[in-house]
C-alpha cells in the first residue's frame, strides 16, 4: 500500500519539494563528513567530535535515517 501511496503523490508538487529538500539535507551530510574527517586528519579530534554528535542526530532524529561510520572510522584498503 505504501508503494501505491508513493507513485500516487510523487509527482504532487509538495512531494517534489520535499524531495529537493532531502536532496539538499544529504548534499549537506556530506560536506559535514568531508568536514569531520579532514578536522580529525588536522588533528582537530574535539571539534571533529562535536560536530559527529551532530551529524548523529540529524540523521537518526531528523532524518529517520540509520547510523552510519563516521569518515575516520572507514577502514580504507591502499
Known amino acids: 500500500m505504501a508503494k501505491e501511496d508513493d507513485k500516487r503523490y510523487a ?3 509538495k512531494e517534489k519539494e520535499a524531495n529537493s529538500y532531502r536532496m ?3 548534499a549537506a ?3 559535514l563528513d ?7 586528519g588536522i588533528h582537530k579530534g574535539k ?6 554528535k551532530n551529524r548523529a542526530h540529524i540523521r537518526k ?3 529517520d535515517r540509520e547510523e552510519e561510520p563516521l569518515p575516520t572510522q572507514v577502514t580504507r584498503d591502499t
Open 11 to 13: 509527482d504532487h508538487p
Open 24 to 26: 539538499a539535507a544529504e
Open 29 to 31: 551530510l556530506q560536506q
Open 34 to 40: 568531508w568536514t569531520i574527517g579532514y578536522l580529525h
Open 47 to 52: 571539534v571533529a567530535q562535536v560536530l559527529a
Open 61 to 63: 532524529n531528523l532524518m
